[in-house]
C-alpha cells in the first residue's frame, strides 16, 4: 500500500478538555494537510474513552479517525466498567487499541483475552490497533515471537483489516526506538504474515516505542507507518511526522 499510517495514544496523560482541545488543534495542524486530505497520509487519534466523542466532534469535517484505548470482550451484558465495541463504534470510533503492553503486563491480558477482543472490534466493524513486541532486549528471535503473537491475536478473528503495531516492550518510553536494523526484519515478518491471510487485506504494519522525527524517513519501505506516544504531545511535532509521511508515501507510489 501506498499509504502511510500515523497513530497517537494519549493513554491517560491528558484531562477531558485537555484531550479535546489537543485534539482540535492537531485537526487544524493536520486535517487539511494535502496527504491527509487525499488519503495518502492516515491519522488516527486514541484519546481516553469519555473524550471519544468530543474527540469526534473536534475532527469532524476532517479525514483523522478516532479511536478508543481498548474494549470488552463481550459486547454486552452484567459487565460493570467496560465499555463494548457497539458503543465504542456508536461513539464515532473507528479504530480501536488492543493488547498494549501496560494492559498485558498491569492488568494481566494474555493471549486469550487479546484474541477475545481483536474478535470483538473486527465483529463490530473497528480496526484493531494490535500491539505485539518482546519484552526482553535480548530476544534471539524478536520476528519469531511477534509472529506468534499476532497469529495468536487472529486465532478465530473475523475477517477484516487490522493495524499491527509493533512496540517492543523494551523500547517503550525509552530514550531512543529500536534500530532500523532490528525494526526492518520484524516489520517484514509480520507484513509477510498478513499479506498471506487473504482474511486480512488491507492490513499495515506501524512501529511504535519511542518513536520521534526522522525515524520513518530512516525506515522507509520498512513500514507503513508510526505509532506515536509523547512526542506527538505537541502537535506541531505531529505536524512534522505527517510532513515525513507524506514524502514516503510519495515515494512509494513513485516506485509502484
Known sequence: MSQVTVGVSLKMYFGLGQAIDWMRTVAAAVGAH?????????????????????????????PILVGAQDLATEDRGAYTGEVGGPEIAEAGARVVEVGHAERRRLFGEDEAVVAAKTAA????????????????????????TVVRQLDAALEGAPAGPVIAAYEPVWAIGAAEPAGVDH????????RARLD???????????????AGPGLLTELGDAVDGLFLGRFAHDPASLARVVDEAAALADTREAAR
Open 121 to 144: 472490534a473486527l465483529r463490530n466493524g473497528l480496526i484493531p490497533v494490535l500491539c505485539i513486541g518482546e519484552e526482553d532486549a535480548a530476544d534471539p528471535a524478536p520476528a519469531e
Open 34 to 62: 494535502p496527504a491527509v486530505a487525499d488519503g495518502r497520509v492516515r491519522v488516527f487519534l486514541i484519546p481516553s474513552f469519555l473524550a471519544v466523542p468530543g474527540g469526534v466532534e473536534a475532527v469532524a469535517g476532517t
Open 183 to 190: 525494526i526492518a526484519p520484524v516489520c517484514a515478518a509480520l
Open 196 to 210: 498471506a491471510d487473504p482474511a486480512r487485506t488491507g492490513s499495515v504494519v506501524i512501529y511504535g516505542g519511542s
